[in-house]
């Protein structure tokens, strides 16, 4: 515990961007990401290494863990219940950054600007022929998943002009300006699919082989949520027959994925290292909500998100 007077010490367990100590400074201290560090902490700051049991039990005086995040499929919230510790996540910090992201995927592989760059680069020629992307004016988007992000992506795309739909069982119809539709609807409808669910037993390859032969073909397949929510054997197999006609992907299962994985090395496929929200802003943002949420925390309070309201507030006791 920190001494009387001291301020809270936050284990991070990824090196902190640039400012934001400074952003903080005098309302907190922190140490990491060495391991040893974390007997000493009282909150921790969770990037995207997985936090289980036996990694929390080696932090015995911390009160809460504070994703720099949206997600919370890295941490095991049932061991972290048992001991006490709050969980809570920033679910607003990502979402500017994210969604231009997004956007930026679907332009370019309905565009398909990297095959092109690539055609340009080996001086193939012919280069007006060879291209085969696609207008997105009156095409069709499908959004699964209907949070901030994916209704800050409606907006953006609805100014092209592309019709957007969205499947979100947890969305009630009739309070959002989107058609809801069912998941197989959104399949058969959709010419361009952006995928915005959490991961978890319901969604882990939630895309997989049957979803993709509902599609219409040559359909543009865009992720920037979680990996798990795509099977990416049937997406290389769609990739293969046509039925996806190109796919952009910031998220994958393994992440990073190995140099040598067949997505990494197809002109139809964008991959970009999980980095959607790591602009400069972006990542201040994040890292100001989950510190903010982990010092209420520490002070009796109760944070912005909590994922295990049933712990109270302040954690387990020292």
């Known amino acids: 515990m920190s001494m009387p007077g001291a301020v809270p010490l936050l284990y991070v367990d990824r ?144 100014a092209l002009d592309m019709t957007v739909i969205a499947h979100d069982p947890y969305v009630e119809p009739g309070g959002d300006a989107i058609e809801l539709v069912g998941f197989d609807e959104l399949l058969a409808r959709a010419d361009v699919i952006s995928l915005h669910a959490p991961l978890g037993p319901a969604t882990r390859h939630l895309v997989d082989a049957a979803a993709f032969s509902a599609l219409r073909p040559g359909a543009v397949l865009v992720n920037a949520a979680r990996g798990g929510l795509v099977d990416h054997d049937a997406l290389l197999g769609a990739l293969d027959t046509g039925q996806v006609g190109a796919a952009a992907l910031d998220v994958t299962e393994p992440e990073p994925l190995p140099p040598d994985h067949p997505l990494l090395h197809r002109d139809d496929v964008i991959v970009t290292p999980h980095i959607a929200s790591a602009t400069d802003a972006g990542l201040l943002r994040l890292y100001q909500h989950a510190i903010d949420n982990a010092l209420a925390v520490l002070a009796g309070g109760r944070p912005s998100s909590i994922v295990n309201p049933q712990v109270r507030a302040g954690g387990r006791p020292a």
């Open 15 to 158: 090196p902190l961007p640039v400012g934001v100590a400074d952003m903080v400074a005098g309302r907190c201290a922190f140490c990491g990401p060495a391991p040893e560090a974390l007997r000493r902490a009282a909150g921790i700051i969770a990037g995207p290494i997985r936090w289980d049991a036996a990694g929390l039990d080696a932090a015995p005086l911390v009160r809460v863990l504070s994703r720099s995040g949206i997600g919370f499929d890295n941490v095991d919230v049932e061991a972290a219940t048992e001991r006490g510790i709050v969980v809570c996540t920033a679910p607003e910090a990502p979402t500017v950054s994210t969604a231009e992201h997004t956007v930026a995927l679907i332009l370019a592989a309905a565009k398909r600007l990297v095959p092109n760059q690539l055609r340009l680069r080996a001086g193939s020629g012919d280069y007006v022929r060879a291209n085969d992307g696609i207008e997105l004016d009156g095409r069709t988007l499908g959004l699964v998943g209907y949070g901030r992000i994916a209704r800050r992506v409606h907006r953006a795309m609805a």
